[in-house]
C-alpha cells in the first residue's frame, strides 16, 4: 500500500487561472488527469515510446516546450549495436498537435523529414513514424482491464507536472531500417508509454527506469520527485498495478554507466545491467540537456500489495539519468 491518494475520477489538472488543481495531486491505474494548461513559456508536453524487440529498440519522441518542438526517432540493432536516428527542433513547436488527454487524440510532429503520428482510441494507439532510413508502423492494443500508472507531482502551485508510465503494452507491426523490414510480434515485444504535461522548474534532474517481460513490469523514478509526497514508482503483475510510494535511492557510476546500477528501497531491491548506452546533448545557451539512457536487464524483485516478493530477473529495458535546463 501507499500513503499517496488514488483518484478514481476524471479531474482537471489545473485550476481556471492556471495554478495546480489541489483535487488533482495524487495517482490513478488509467488516465483520468485533462491536462488543461494556460500560460505560455514554462509549459512542457510530450509524448514518448519505447518499444523493444528481441532485434531492436525504438524510442520515438514528438515534444512542445512552448517555445520550440524537439521531436526524435531513434533505432538500435542490438545484435550489431548499430544506431539509427534524426532529431530535430523546430521554432516555437509549429505544427505540433498534443491532446490533453493521454489515450485519446491525435498526436502529430514534423520536421526537417522526420514525421510522427500517433493515433489513440479506447483500442489502444497506432504509431507511425519516418525519419531517414526508418519507416515504423505500429500497433499497441489496450488489454482489458490494463492498467498504467499516472502521477501528479507538485513542486509548487505554479510548478507541476502529470505524468502517464504505461509499461509492458503489446505492440506489432512493422521496423523498417536501411530497407530491411522486421517483423514486430506481440508474443515477444512491448511497448512503454511516457506521456507528459506540466509546468517545470528551470533546472531539474531526474533518473527514470523500466522494465518488461511475460506478465511482469516495473516502472521506478527518481531525483525529480524526491520531497513532494509523490513518485512514480509501480510494480505490474498481470496488467494490475502495485503502487510503490516510497522515495528510492539510486546508485551508478557516472565515469562509466555501464557498469551495473542499484535502485532499492522499501518493497524495491533492483540491479540493472546495461548492454549499451545512449547519450543525448543539446546545448543551445541558456536551453541545454544531457541524457545518458542506457539499455538492458533487470535483476532483483519488488513487493506487491499481498507482500508477495516478484521477481524481476530476466525483465528487458532501460535505466536513464537526464539533466535539463530548459
Request: charged content about 25%; hydrophobic content about 35%; proline content about 6%.
Given at each position: 500500500m501507499t500513503h499517496e491518494k488514488e483518484i478514481v475520477e476524471p479531474v482537471d489538472?489545473?485550476?481556471?487561472?492556471?495554478?495546480?488543481?489541489p483535487a488533482a495531486?495524487?495517482?490513478?491505474?488509467r488516465p483520468l488527469h485533462r491536462a488543461n494548461l494556460r500560460g505560455w513559456g514554462r509549459?512542457?508536453?510530450?509524448?514518448y515510446w519505447g518499444i523493444v524487440t528481441p532485434t531492436h529498440i525504438v524510442g520515438l519522441v514528438a515534444s512542445s516546450l512552448d517555445y520550440a518542438g524537439v521531436h526524435g526517432v531513434y533505432v538500435l540493432d542490438r545484435a550489431?549495436?548499430?544506431?539509427?536516428g534524426k532529431d530535430v527542433v523546430v521554432p516555437f513547436a509549429r505544427g505540433v498537435v498534443m491532446p490533453p488527454v493521454s489515450g485519446a487524440g491525435t498526436v502529430c510532429a514534423r520536421g526537417d523529414g522526420l514525421s510522427i503520428d500517433i493515433g489513440q482510441t479506447a483500442e489502444g494507439s497506432t504509431i507511425r513514424a519516418t525519419?531517414?532510413?526508418?519507416?515504423i508502423d505500429l500497433v499497441v492494443p489496450l488489454p482489458p482491464g490494463h492498467e498504467s500508472l499516472g502521477?501528479?507531482?507538485?513542486?509548487?502551485?505554479?510548478r507541476f507536472q502529470y505524468t502517464v508510465k504505461d509499461v509492458g503494452r503489446p505492440v506489432r507491426g512493422s521496423l523498417r531500417v536501411n530497407g530491411t523490414t522486421h517483423t514486430v510480434a506481440e508474443d515477444d515485444s512491448f511497448a512503454v508509454l511516457d506521456h507528459g504535461r506540466g509546468k517545470w522548474p528551470y533546472a531539474i534532474t531526474w533518473n527514470w527506469a523500466a522494465g518488461s517481460g511475460p506478465d511482469v513490469s516495473i516502472q521506478l523514478g527518481g531525483k525529480w520527485t524526491d520531497g513532494t509526497g509523490s513518485t512514480e514508482n509501480a510494480l505490474f503483475t498481470g496488467g494490475r498495478l502495485h503502487k510503490l510510494g516510497a522515495e528510492l535511492r539510486w546508485s551508478y557510476d557516472r565515469r562509466d554507466w555501464l557498469r551495473p546500477w542499484r535502485i532499492s528501497g522499501d518493497r524495491v531491491e533492483v540491479e540493472f545491467h546495461?548492454?549499451?548506452?545512449k547519450v543525448s546533448r543539446t546545448n543551445l545557451g541558456v536551453v541545454a540537456s544531457e541524457t545518458h539512457q542506457c539499455f538492458g536487464h533487470?535483476?532483483?524483485?519488488a513487493q506487491a500489495d499481498d507482500g508477495e516478493r516478484v521477481a524481476l530477473d530476466g525483465l528487458v529495458g532501460w535505466a536513464e539519468e537526464a539533466q535539463n535546463r530548459w
Amino acid at each position: 500500500m501507499t500513503h499517496e491518494k488514488e483518484i478514481v475520477e476524471p479531474v482537471d489538472l489545473c485550476m481556471p487561472d492556471g495554478r495546480l488543481n489541489p483535487a488533482a495531486i495524487g495517482w490513478t491505474r488509467r488516465p483520468l488527469h485533462r491536462a488543461n494548461l494556460r500560460g505560455w513559456g514554462r509549459a512542457k508536453r510530450w509524448e514518448y515510446w519505447g518499444i523493444v524487440t528481441p532485434t531492436h529498440i525504438v524510442g520515438l519522441v514528438a515534444s512542445s516546450l512552448d517555445y520550440a518542438g524537439v521531436h526524435g526517432v531513434y533505432v538500435l540493432d542490438r545484435a550489431t549495436k548499430v544506431e539509427t536516428g534524426k532529431d530535430v527542433v523546430v521554432p516555437f513547436a509549429r505544427g505540433v498537435v498534443m491532446p490533453p488527454v493521454s489515450g485519446a487524440g491525435t498526436v502529430c510532429a514534423r520536421g526537417d523529414g522526420l514525421s510522427i503520428d500517433i493515433g489513440q482510441t479506447a483500442e489502444g494507439s497506432t504509431i507511425r513514424a519516418t525519419a531517414p532510413g526508418i519507416e515504423i508502423d505500429l500497433v499497441v492494443p489496450l488489454p482489458p482491464g490494463h492498467e498504467s500508472l499516472g502521477v501528479v507531482v507538485p513542486w509548487s502551485t505554479r510548478r507541476f507536472q502529470y505524468t502517464v508510465k504505461d509499461v509492458g503494452r503489446p505492440v506489432r507491426g512493422s521496423l523498417r531500417v536501411n530497407g530491411t523490414t522486421h517483423t514486430v510480434a506481440e508474443d515477444d515485444s512491448f511497448a512503454v508509454l511516457d506521456h507528459g504535461r506540466g509546468k517545470w522548474p528551470y533546472a531539474i534532474t531526474w533518473n527514470w527506469a523500466a522494465g518488461s517481460g511475460p506478465d511482469v513490469s516495473i516502472q521506478l523514478g527518481g531525483k525529480w520527485t524526491d520531497g513532494t509526497g509523490s513518485t512514480e514508482n509501480a510494480l505490474f503483475t498481470g496488467g494490475r498495478l502495485h503502487k510503490l510510494g516510497a522515495e528510492l535511492r539510486w546508485s551508478y557510476d557516472r565515469r562509466d554507466w555501464l557498469r551495473p546500477w542499484r535502485i532499492s528501497g522499501d518493497r524495491v531491491e533492483v540491479e540493472f545491467h546495461p548492454f549499451h548506452e545512449k547519450v543525448s546533448r543539446t546545448n543551445l545557451g541558456v536551453v541545454a540537456s544531457e541524457t545518458h539512457q542506457c539499455f538492458g536487464h533487470f535483476s532483483g524483485w519488488a513487493q506487491a500489495d499481498d507482500g508477495e516478493r516478484v521477481a524481476l530477473d530476466g525483465l528487458v529495458g532501460w535505466a536513464e539519468e537526464a539533466q535539463n535546463r530548459w
